[in-house]
């Protein structure tokens, strides 16, 4: 499956944004699907990720509550809803997917993950 995510822009703190995630390729129903971000000078991090079904979500802790995680598995779709950005959110989001199984259902780990999107800049900036 190739990924393709959108929707990142320029944004003031507060505000919302929402990037989707568009897979083609494959049967996206197969796949848990998550969402990475990457800071200048920091590594890639883990932000939200739902199991293949949708039923199961987790989410880094600097987000939760503010950031939500929903996929549509008939428009192949998997979508990061941010409320209340941050300057901190400041990065380039990126998605993923794997047909790996986890125990949990779901895996914060990106290197569980070998498959990516190009990515999409978010800037939360006054």
């Known amino acids: 499956v190739q990924l393709q995510a959108s929707g990142g822009g320029l944004v003031q703190p507060g505000d919302s944004l929402r990037l989707s995630c568009a897979a083609s390729g494959g049967r996206f129903s197969l796949y848990t699907a998550g969402w990475f971000r990457q800071a200048p000078g920091k590594e890639r991090e883990f932000v939200a990720v739902t199991s293949w079904a949708g039923g199961v979500t987790i989410f880094t802790d600097s987000v939760k509550g503010r950031f939500t995680i929903s996929r549509d598995n008939a428009k192949n779709t998997v979508d990061l809803q941010m409320n209340s950005l941050k300057p901190e959110d400041t990065a380039v989001y990126y998605c993923?997917?794997?047909?790996?199984?986890?125990?949990?259902?779901?895996?914060?780990?990106?290197?569980?993950?070998?498959?990516w999107g190009q990515g999409t800049l978010v800037t939360v900036s006054s």
């Open positions: 993923a997917a794997t047909r790996r199984r986890f125990a949990t259902g779901v895996s914060p780990n990106r290197n569980a993950f070998d498959t």
